[in-house]
Nanobody, 124 residues
């Protein structure tokens, strides 16, 4: 089993930045792809970004448009999401996800492990 714990969410003004972190524990050696999804009230969970082990490949949702950067530290089984130029529409619960495949799935079904989520609120 793999446990994922997110941190770094909070309240930020439009145009501000936040850095999310997600640390994996347990059988973390089995993980390859790690990613971030988000879910706003009344909306479906959508992928924000994903990255393979050793940062060989990355994926970003279209709405990111150069504002976010995903990275990982495999020695610490941790993935990061640096979010800049935040907009009110980025407000959501952000979830860390991980899977054993090296393919960067866009859907929830591709990830077996999930964190509890961290709230990001962008508001003035």
């Amino acid at each position: 089993q793999v446990q994922l714990v997110e941190s770094g969410g909070g309240l930020v003004q439009p145009g501000g930045s936040l850095r999310l972190s997600c640390a994996a524990s347990g059988s973390a050696f089995s993980i390859n792809a790690m990613g971030w999804f988000r879910q706003a009230p009344g909306k479906e969970r959508e992928i924000v970004s994903a990255i393979t082990r050793s940062a060989g490949n990355t994926y970003y949702g279209d709405f990111v448009k150069g504002r976010f950067t995903i990275s990982r530290d495999d020695s610490k089984n941790t993935v990061f999401l640096q979010m800049n130029s935040l907009k009110p529409e980025d407000t959501a619960v952000y979830y860390c996800a991980a899977g054993s495949s090296g393919y960067l799935y866009r859907s929830r079904a591709g990830y077996a492990y999930w964190g509890q989520g961290t709230q990001v609120t962008v508001s003035s």
